[in-house]
C-alpha cells in the first residue's frame, strides 16, 4: 500500500512539475548566415535532447564561383537552460549536398554523399512566442563542382518561433 502511495505522489509531482513549465513541441527557425546570399531553415524537436533537420544554403561562393552548395542536416541537439530565457546547444549529425547547384558547367553530378556537421550556439527566448538563436555549424561534404569532399563554418543568426 506504501508503494502505491509512493508511486501515485511521484506521478503527481511529475504533472505538477510539467505543468508550471512553458512546453514547446517543437520550434521552426530562419534566417541569413555571414555570406551574401545565404540563408538557413530549421525544424527543431524539444527536450534536451532532441532531433533537428536543417536546410543551409552556403549562398555566393568568394571568388565569383558560381557553385551553390545546399546542405540538409539531420542532427541531435543537446541543449541545456543557462536562465529561464537562454539556452546554450551543442549539435552533431548526418549532412548531404545532394540539392547543390554546379555553375561551373563541367558535367559533374554530386551523388549525394554523406558528410558530417557539428555546431554550438545559443537560444534566447524574449518571449514565448519567439526567440533569437546565433550558432555556428563546421560540415564536411561533397563538393557540387568536383568529386571531393569540402570542409565548411558557418555561422547563422535565426529567428525562432514555437509551433
Not at 7 to 34: E, H, K, N, Q, T
Amino acid at each position: 500500500m506504501n508503494k502505491i502511495k509512493l508511486l501515485l505522489a511521484l506521478a503527481a509531482f511529475a504533472v505538477l512539475s510539467c505543468a508550471a513549465v512553458p512546453v514547446r513541441a517543437a520550434d521552426l527557425s530562419f534566417g541569413p548566415s555571414i555570406r551574401p546570399q545565404s540563408y538557413a531553415i530549421g525544424l527543431r524537436g524539444s527536450g534536451m535532447i532532441a532531433p533537428e533537420v536543417q536546410f543551409l544554403s552556403e549562398g555566393r561562393q568568394p571568388d565569383s564561383i558560381p557553385n551553390i552548395n545546399r546542405v540538409l542536416m539531420f542532427n541531435a541537439v543537446v541543449t541545456a537552460d543557462l536562465t529561464s530565457s537562454l539556452q546554450a546547444f551543442v549539435k552533431a549529425g548526418l549532412a548531404s549536398s545532394r540539392w547543390s547547384t554546379n555553375g561551373s558547367g563541367n558535367g559533374y553530378s554530386n551523388p549525394g554523399r554523406f558528410g558530417w556537421d557539428v555546431g554550438a550556439g545559443m537560444t534566447w527566448w524574449p518571449t514565448r512566442q519567439w526567440g533569437l538563436r546565433i550558432e555556428i555549424v563546421r560540415m564536411r561534404h561533397q563538393q557540387s563542382d568536383v568529386p571531393q569532399f569540402e570542409t565548411f563554418t558557418q555561422t547563422t543568426a535565426l529567428v525562432v518561433v514555437p509551433i
